[in-house]
């Protein structure tokens, strides 16, 4: 038998070992919020030089070229000018590559049941499985084929499986050429610099983003007349802005592209959020549509421009060509170049002569749709504190249900830039509310009603 000073060696030689045991598993074991954050770093990180819309841009003289022409010459962007002058900044086959491992450590660490291990999987399987091989198809039918699920098709239809992105586009078309926009209120002129823009952007933006340092910069790069970084928002030089103009671009890029970037970089655990893959774009431009018709900032000429995205998307898809899309917008009233960088817009990427266009542009009808009957089954149903979850970073629209729970586990953060209609949710708790009453009413007899009263 062993003495006491025995024994007791024996058990600090036990307790060692076990100490050491226990230590090195501890070293090894990582937690659920560990995992996810260092998944989220990772996948932020392989996305870093994957630039889609810089990868589809087109030399200045492109316009040029076509004006000259008098709109008879088709620009030069097919397959072998996106190799030569668009050449990708990273090698596809090591980015795929890289995407794929990380989606299959996210499979193997968090496994396919887990709800943010879901959204991870989505967002790494668009770039591994889409995103590349999109760009690597510039200029050619594959590249409308890979944007068509990525972005989606005029011919899409809505969560009611009936009606298509393009009935709305025809819809809409209908009611917006029939307003006089002269008959409802005053006209605001676009006697607005682009310097003025900036200067009085950088004020707005100093007040809403107090704790942050946000700026409004020219620039004669961007096709469109702004467009919003991770902590600026970009003003086409030389373009003319009006006073309404300004709100919605203080709207529109500041409150939610930008907001929402740095709600997303803000995020401890969740970082995936500050980056947006092509699925979230719809949610991204749906509640900037959205904030512009709920602060009355949209007028009907800007509802044109948008509705007539989907029209010239749904047209290019059916095998209208961008000299075609060009002549749609010159009827509609727009200048010339004005229609050369819508068009541009639609068949960057795509195939020039029609029938493959890059649809993106359909996010913004498509996206106030989905928002809207967001919001208004939350409130429906009781749910409005899952609403500001929209704001939390990049995400789709059906993440936001699940962001809120995994900020109940103290997972994700709460959004920090709110606009005020969110903040607030009542008033628009209570358009939701009416909204969802006035939908079980028979419109077309209601408005025959009406009609007859308004046409005496």
């Known amino acids: 038998p062993?003495?006491?000073?025995?024994?007791?060696?024996?058990?600090?030689?036990?307790?060692?070992?076990?100490?050491?045991?226990?230590?090195?598993?501890?070293?090894?074991?990582?937690?659920?919020?560990?995992?996810?954050?260092?998944?989220?770093?990772?996948?932020?990180?392989?996305?870093?030089?994957i630039r889609i819309l810089d990868a589809l841009k087109w030399d200045d003289d492109a316009e040029r070229d076509v004006v000259a022409s008098r709109f008879k010459r088709l620009p030069v962007a097919d397959a072998a000018y996106y190799r030569q002058k668009r050449p990708l900044p990273f090698d596809p086959g090591d980015k795929t590559a890289e995407f794929a491992a990380i989606q299959a450590d996210i499979a193997t660490i968090l496994g396919g049941d887990d709800p943010l291990g879901r959204i991870l999987l989505r967002n790494c399987a668009e770039y591994y499985q889409e995103v590349v091989a999109m760009l690597q198809a510039r200029g050619t039918p594959e590249f409308y084929r890979i944007s068509r699920r990525l972005y989606g098709s005029a011919k899409d239809t809505f969560q009611d499986d009936r009606t298509t992105i393009r009935d709305l586009g025809h819809h809409l078309y209908d009611i917006l050429t029939g307003i006089d926009e002269a008959l409802l209120g005053p006209v605001a002129p676009r006697d607005l610099t682009a310097e003025a823009v900036v200067t009085q952007l950088n004020e707005r933006f100093g007040?809403?983003?107090?704790?942050?340092?946000?700026?409004?910069?020219?620039?004669?790069?961007?096709?469109?007349?702004?467009?919003?970084g991770?902590?600026?928002?970009?003003i086409r030089r030389g373009v003319a802005f009006s006073r309404r103009d300004l709100d919605i671009l203080e709207i529109h890029e500041g409150w939610v592209h930008v907001g929402t970037t740095l709600n997303g970089a803000s995020q401890r655990i969740a970082t995936w959020l500050s980056k947006g893959t092509p699925c979230t774009t719809a949610t991204q431009e749906g509640l900037a549509v959205i904030l512009e018709v709920i602060s009355f900032r949209m007028t009907p000429s800007r509802a044109r421009k948008l509705n007539n995205r989907v029209l010239a998307c749904d047209k290019a898809e059916d095998g209208a060509?961008?000299?075609?899309?060009?002549?749609?917008?010159?009827?509609?009233?727009?200048?010339?170049?004005?229609?050369?960088?819508?068009?541009?817009?639609?068949?960057?990427?795509?195939?020039?002569?029609?029938?493959?266009?890059?649809?993106?542009?359909?996010?913004?009808?498509?996206?106030?749709?989905?928002?809207?009957?967001?919001?208004?089954?939350?409130?429906?149903?009781?749910r409005p504190e899952v609403i500001p979850f929209l704001f939390a970073g990049k995400l789709a629209i059906e993440d936001a249900p699940v962001l809120w729970?995994?900020?109940?586990?103290?997972?994700?953060?709460?959004?920090?830039?709110?606009?005020?209609?969110?903040?607030?949710?009542?008033?628009?708790?209570?358009?939701?509310?009416?909204?969802?009453?006035?939908?079980?009413l028979d419109l077309a007899r209601i408005q025959e009603h009406f009609r007859a009263m308004l046409s005496g």
């Open 2 to 49: 062993m003495t006491g000073p025995a024994l007791s060696a024996m058990f600090r030689r036990v307790v060692q070992r076990a100490g050491a045991v226990v230590t090195t598993q501890n070293a090894a074991w990582t937690s659920h919020k560990e995992q996810i954050r260092g998944l989220s770093d990772r996948l932020v990180a392989a996305q870093g030089p």
């Open 207 to 228: 007040a809403y983003f107090a704790d942050r340092q946000i700026r409004a910069k020219l620039d004669d790069g961007i096709l469109s007349d702004a467009a919003a």
């Open 230 to 234: 991770a902590d600026y928002v970009k």
């Open 321 to 382: 060509g961008f000299l075609d899309i060009c002549e749609f917008y010159r009827t509609e009233g727009y200048s010339e170049a004005e229609c050369f960088h819508y068009a541009q817009r639609l068949f960057r990427g795509g195939v020039l002569e029609g029938g493959a266009p890059f649809t993106k542009d359909l996010s913004y009808c498509m996206g106030f749709v989905k928002v809207y009957n967001f919001l208004r089954t939350a409130i429906r149903f009781g």
């Open 405 to 440: 729970r995994a900020h109940k586990s103290h997972v994700v953060d709460p959004p920090r830039y709110l606009p005020p209609q969110f903040a607030d949710l009542n008033g628009l708790a209570m358009w939701m509310a009416y909204s969802n009453f006035l939908n079980r």
